[in-house]
């Protein structure tokens, strides 16, 4: 991460702006690749959590999401 910061080094702010780029990029075309979709998007926060997101911001994403009936 910038400037070296890990764990709670980093703004808890910016671990949600994380979390919501890669949602973000996974689920929107890019001039290389299709769209992945939304589903692809949260496997790969799921997957990941703990070890590259930060878990409470990965359940918050995921139950927005189920909320608003998108997965």
Do not use: W
């Amino acid at each position: 991460y910038p400037n070296n910061l890990k764990g709670d080094e980093i703004m808890f702010e910016a671990k949600i702006m994380g979390v919501a780029d890669v949602v973000e990029a996974m689920s929107s075309h890019r001039p290389y690749r299709p769209a992945l979709g939304i589903d692809k998007a949260l496997e790969e926060i799921t997957k990941n959590k703990g070890i590259l997101y930060e878990p409470e911001v990965v359940n918050a994403c995921i139950k927005l999401f189920k909320e608003k009936g998108q997965v």
